[in-house]
């Protein structure tokens, strides 16, 4: 009843609950003191019994109209307490006396005010004072034996129930406090919980509306730049007009390579970006970017590659992030490099495999390097406004390359060149089955293919018709805006292959996919089926390929890549089954 009542009261804030104790601690030391005081019997020390009183009679005056700290009074109080029980000490026997039991209950109010540094201090305090009481004894100041005799009852008796009362109400406080610190250390986790996920439902959001964004800004520049090479393939421009679309051109691959960093920095910063590793061949990584870079070089920089025979030729790894590493590090090679050379090199190092990007550049003082990898960062002020970029480009790669359980870092002298590089486990693996079957797929540019165009956005179709009429002049087209457009045509006609968007509304293109492997007969239910997408999302990746789709292409799409893609699935579908091209 005692403790539920002074739960009930007890105060919430540490502050209160302090003052609450100092007050207890005051009133039972004036009770007892002002008791003992009016108590005749053989321990009678009305004198500094009365000279204590005063004392905290002062010090309470001067806590409650003053102000005193609470850490003071303490100290005050107890060593007002100490004073006068080692004083009744020496005039009652020393060791031998009952009252030198204050001296070991005297630290304890000190535990719930002050904490366990300032207790140990008055606890060395009285074992100092009780080994005192010991010399004087053995020195013989202080008597050596002592007889109990019937007077002393009455104040052991209530000495003894004031110790008790004493021991008691301490630990009864500090428990309270415990307790009480222990319900707001509750309260207080339960709030940062409730913010941690109000914080984790806030990024979610974020990474929604980015995903979302980027989505909206990768499809119109898929018709951009679709159209872009509309006019320069298929218009009789003027070299000024020609020179005008291709700036346009340029821009909007800057732009692409803005939006791509912003959704992939958004990824890697959420813990979403994940990494699809597939056997594929370094060779072709390494004449991918020969091929993107190639245009970079030039009479004054050229691009040298160099490959390390010792590196197996079928690896497990995710090709598309190297490639995304490299295309970083050469970029910033080739945009810092006006005389020279950029060398790519890949070399095998043990069980790791290394890329090293080497220029001959106008390098990056020692000051500067170690801040080059960090997010928003570039070397100085005049790099910043010369080249432009937001920074992101080499904490990306830094990023990605600790994703594959790698290192990344620099050497670089000012005015000689830098050399960027990383390391990753390298992991090989059995050529896939397919391998030999793609790797011999013809060019079928020549070849009058059915292909079914999938989309549900009539501009995104129209640049999709544009880029296939390009590649297979020849082949018969046909359009269809939607999922169960695309399931009618496919029942009633075959096709070679199927180009379809993942994003559509009713029956979206994982849906329409799964469709066609599971409610059409064979053979139509084994066309092959091509994703296309501006989602950068991996999940959203592998949802296409969880639902039977072939392969998956990105908006904006490169036409090399579709049509080295579109020939090898249609020859393996081909080959697979037994037949040839329509």
């Known amino acids: 009843m005692l403790l539920g009542w002074v739960e009930r009261h007890w105060p919430l804030d540490l502050t209160s ?25 053989p321990y009678q020390q009305v004198p500094i019994s009365l000279w204590a009183m005063a ?12 102000g005193w700290q609470v850490a003071r009074v303490t100290h005050v109080l107890l060593a007002i307490c100490f004073a006068l029980i080692y004083t009744i000490c ?91 610190q222990l319900f707001s250390l509750r309260d207080r986790n339960e709030e940062l919980e409730n913010s941690r996920q109000a914080l984790l439902q806030s990024e979610a959001y974020k990474d929604e509306f980015v995903a979302a964004v980027g989505h909206e800004l990768r499809t119109p520049m898929n018709a951009i730049l679709g159209f872009n090479d509309v006019l320069l393939d298929n218009m009789q421009l003027t070299p000024t007009e020609r020179e005008t679309v291709r700036l346009i051109r340029l821009s909007t691959d800057r732009l692409l390579k803005l939006v791509n960093q912003i959704l992939d920095f958004s990824q890697l910063q959420a813990g979403r970006l994940q990494l699809h590793p597939v056997p594929v061949r370094i060779s072709d990584a390494l004449a991918q970017c020969q091929q993107t870079f190639g245009s970079a070089a030039s009479d004054q920089v050229r691009l040298v590659t160099e490959l390390d025979p010792a590196i197996p ?104 060149g830098s050399r960027f590089w990383f390391r990753i486990p390298l992991v090989t693996c059995e050529a896939p089955a397919l391998s030999a079957v793609l790797a011999d797929a013809p060019d ?11 989309d549900d956005n009539p501009v995104n179709l129209q640049v999709a018709r544009y ?95 579709l049509a080295a893609i579109v020939n090898s699935q249609i020859y393996a579908a081909q080959a697979a089954q037994g037949g040839h091209v329509h």
């Open 467 to 561: 880029m296939c009429q390009s590649i297979w002049p020849k082949a018969h087209i046909v359009e269809a805006a939607s999922g169960e457009r695309c399931l009618a045509l496919l029942q009633s006609d075959p096709f070679d292959v199927v180009l379809m968007d993942m994003f559509m509304p009713i029956m979206s293109g994982p849906q329409t996919c799964q469709a066609i492997r599971q409610d059409l007969p064979a053979p139509l239910c084994h066309v092959p089926v091509i994703g296309l997408t501006a989602s950068t999302h991996s999940q959203d990746r592998q949802l296409c390929l969880d639902a039977g789709m072939n392969e998956v292409l990105s908006k904006p799409m490169d036409k090399v890549r």
């Open 313 to 416: 030729e079928w690896l497990s790894l995710d090709a598309q992030r190297v490639k995304e590493v490299l295309c970083h590090l050469l970029d910033n090679a080739f945009k810092f490099t006006t005389y020279g050379e950029v060398r790519l090199c890949i070399t095998r190092q043990e069980a790791q495999l290394q890329f090293d990007v080497i220029d001959t550049g106008s390098g990056i003082p020692l000051e500067l390097q170690e801040h080059i990898f960090k997010r928003f960062e570039h070397a100085d002020q005049a790099t910043l406004r010369q080249f432009g970029g937001t920074g992101l480009g080499l904490a990306i790669s830094k990023q990605l390359v600790a994703l594959f359980g790698g290192t990344m870092g620099l050497e670089s002298t000012p005015a000689v």
């Open 90 to 180: 020496l005039h009652t026997g020393g060791l031998a006396s009952p009252q030198i039991l204050w001296l070991g209950i005297m630290p304890l109010p000190c535990l719930v005010l002050m904490g366990f540094k300032d207790t140990f201090v008055w606890v060395g305090i009285t074992m100092t004072a009780i080994a005192s009481l010991f010399a004087l004894t053995w020195l013989g100041y202080l008597p050596q034996d002592f007889v109990f005799e019937p007077e002393h009852i009455d104040w052991a008796l209530i000495s003894l129930m004031c110790i008790a009362v004493n021991v008691f109400w301490v630990p009864l406080f500090y428990y309270v406090l415990n307790k009480q």
């Open 55 to 66: 004392a905290l009679a002062l010090v309470s005056g001067l806590y409650i109209w003053r």
């Open 444 to 454: 079928l540019s020549q070849q009058a293919l059915r292909m079914l165009l999938v």
């Open 17 to 41: 609950q302090r003052h609450v104790v100092l007050r207890g601690y005051i009133s039972i030391a004036l009770l007892i003191i002002g008791g003992f005081c009016f108590l005749s019997g």
